[in-house]
């Protein structure tokens, strides 16, 4: 994230006052959504409101096997999906008003997990993830769907998983920027134990933010519990992005001010 800081000259009269002007580039923070297995990108839309709102440029999209191509449904797998997610950061990124150093990423359940693995495919300053998801490595390229019908998918969800053991974990554990991670309740689909797994594995992050939303479930069917999850996310991101262009305010004018002495010596020696 940059700034500028640029001299300038006011006319008064017939004279004019100096001064200095302190504002962003032209280039603004974003943000990209992922919605979770079943979802849409509909359910982001509020959210991406919100976060436009702080000054974001905001993108949501639809995973493959859902919407318009929902007849991928039951072929689509994770391999595919986390395409589709690299090539919506990559098409994000590349605009030109957003700020590639500058981006958020913002996942729900299966959403959550697909971002944490793209924050190791790509620069992600900003990861947040509610009741992110968690599977099993093998069978990567197996259609997602079939992933549930494992037995054992429950009692894997419920043990306690090191990072080496699991790829969105691993990927998690190498991440260095900051993370909010948003916990429901009464989430029986995401239990617990994930959150921990997930919160154990982001050991090098920046900073590691931590919520429960009281009396949810996995969907937060419950209209106050999804209006609680907005105000924690909106208000992450305002301290995330806010924070971030204060610092770099900040850095431009100490910058400024190494520079004046320098001046003042040198218009001395003239």
Known sequence: MDIRLENIEI??????VQGSLLSPTRRHPAVLFVHGWGGSQQHDLARAR??????CVCLTFDLRGHESTAAQWETVSRELNLRDLVAAYDWLA???????????VVGI???GYLASILASLRPVRWLALRSPALYKDQDWSLPKRKLHADPDLPGYRRREIAPEQNKALRAASQYLGD????????????????????RRAFSHAHSLTSRLISG???????????Q?????????????V????????????????QQQPARAAGNAAR
Do not use: C, F
């Not at 919100?50 to 000054?55: H, M, P, S, T």
């Not at 590349?94 to 958020?104: L, P």
């Open 50 to 55: 919100e976060a436009a709102g702080l000054g």
């Open 179 to 198: 993370v909010l991670i948003v916990e429901a309740e009464h989430d029986v689909i995401v239990p617990h134990q994930v959150i921990e797994n997930y």
């Open 11 to 16: 006319r008064v009269d017939d004279e004019a």
């Open 94 to 104: 590349g605009q030109a008003n957003v700020d590639d150093t500058a981006i958020a």
């Open 228 to 240: 609680d999850y907005t105000a924690t996310l909106i208000k992450w991101l305002t301290e995330m």
């Open 242 to 257: 806010v924070g971030a262009r204060g610092q770099a305010a900040k850095a431009k004018v100490e910058e400024r001010k």
């Open 216 to 226: 949810a479930d996995h969907g937060l069917s419950d209209k106050l519990a999804q």
């Open 109 to 111: 359940s299966y959403g």
